[in-house]
């Protein structure tokens, strides 16, 4: 009996895993670079997934450039934030880069989706950045 429990318990842990290694994982990089603009990290997808994280890295010399982020899933309406590099992790050196490390978003999505970079009123600077994500 308790085997038997045992069992069943390891199945259920098991479960979200196996739904999870059903994704075809991708991985996207884009840089932004040029005053007003914006730019696609993922371009609009069709079909289901979820968006794991994302990642940026700043050169040392950005003082005042931050990056907006616009996520836009199953066609509803962006949601954004900004990443200020003043307010992140910065290579031990002190003259190195600046690093957001892995942000987990763990975003689900039914239909679509699609990350883009903006810099409008944001500075001019080389800001590379990656995200990690799936589709089923």
């Not at 040029?34 to 050169?59: A, R």
């Not at 950005?62 to 982020?69: A, L, Y």
């Amino acid at each position: 009996m308790k085997t038997r429990l045992a069992l069943a318990l390891v199945l259920l842990a098991l479960v979200p895993a196996m739904v999870s290694a059903t994704e075809t994982p991708k991985y996207s990089a884009a840089t932004i670079s040029t005053s007003n603009s914006t730019v696609d990290l993922i371009p609009s997808t069709s079909g289901s997934g979820d968006l794991w994280g994302l990642k940026c890295i700043f050169p040392s010399t950005s003082t005042g450039q931050s990056v907006k982020i616009l996520y836009t899933i199953d066609g509803g309406a962006a949601t954004s934030y900004i990443i200020d590099p003043t307010s992140i992790e910065r290579e031990s050196d002190g003259a190195g880069q600046f690093t957001t490390g892995w942000i987990p978003l763990h975003v689900h999505f039914a239909s679509s989706v699609r990350v883009q970079l903006n810099n409008t009123s944001l500075g001019t600077i080389a800001i590379n950045c990656w995200a990690s994500w799936g589709l089923n």
